[in-house]
Structures are given as C-alpha cells and as structure tokens.
Nanobody, 115 residues
C-alpha cells in the first residue's frame, strides 16, 4: 500500500519559518520526482516546487529565495523549508510522487500564516 504522509504544518506569524516533511512508503522513493503543491481556500491547487530524481529543483516565482525543496532518499522523505512566510502562503500543502506510470498524493498539511 502506497502512502505519502505530510507533517510539519501549523500556525506561524508573518516572517516565520516552517519545515514540511513528506514520508513515502510502499514505493521505491528514489525513482519518483517529488513535488509540493498547495491549495488556498477558493483557489486552484498550484505547484510550489519540485525536485527530480537527480536533485534538480524548480520553484514558482513567488517562493524563490524563500522556500527550499530537498530530498533524502535514504529516509524516503522530501522536505520543504519555508522561510520569510507571508499570509499569502496560507494553504493546505500536499506532496506528490510522480514517475512515468504513477502519481501518488499525500493527504495534505495545513499552513496558516498570520499577519
């Protein structure tokens, strides 16, 4: 059974930091591109960042310089370090594991940034 379990969300003030984690099980983690998405109330889910199997990273413009995605294949875990958080970062954050054949989503973790 495949599972992706996110953790690390919470309530933080503007300018604060959080580190999200997503642990995979039931998959060969190292062969999946890993992504973080977010969905704010009333908005579509959007890609925040992703990291390839080789460690190449991509970010949306609004988080560049503030967020860092990384992975530890030995721990089957992908991270999202979020610094200088803004109220507009408030959303449910989801991780996604993707390869040529499968897509797996986690259940999400809530991030709330107060002004």
């Amino acid at each position: 059974q495949v599972q992706l379990v996110e953790s690390g969300g919470g309530l933080v003030q503007t300018g604060g930091s959080l580190r999200l984690s997503c642990v995979g099980s039931g998959i060969i983690f190292s062969i999946f591109r890993m992504s973080w998405y977010r969905q704010a109330p009333g908005k579509q889910r959007e890609l925040v960042a992703n990291i390839s199997t080789d460690g190449d990273t991509n970010y949306i413009d609004s988080v560049k310089g503030r967020f860092t995605i990384s992975r530890d294949n030995a721990k089957d875990t992908v991270y999202l370090q979020m610094n200088s958080l803004k109220p507009e970062d408030t959303a449910v954050y989801y991780c996604l594991a993707t390869n040529l054949w499968f897509n797996y989503w986690g259940q999400g973790t809530q991030v709330t940034v107060s002004s």
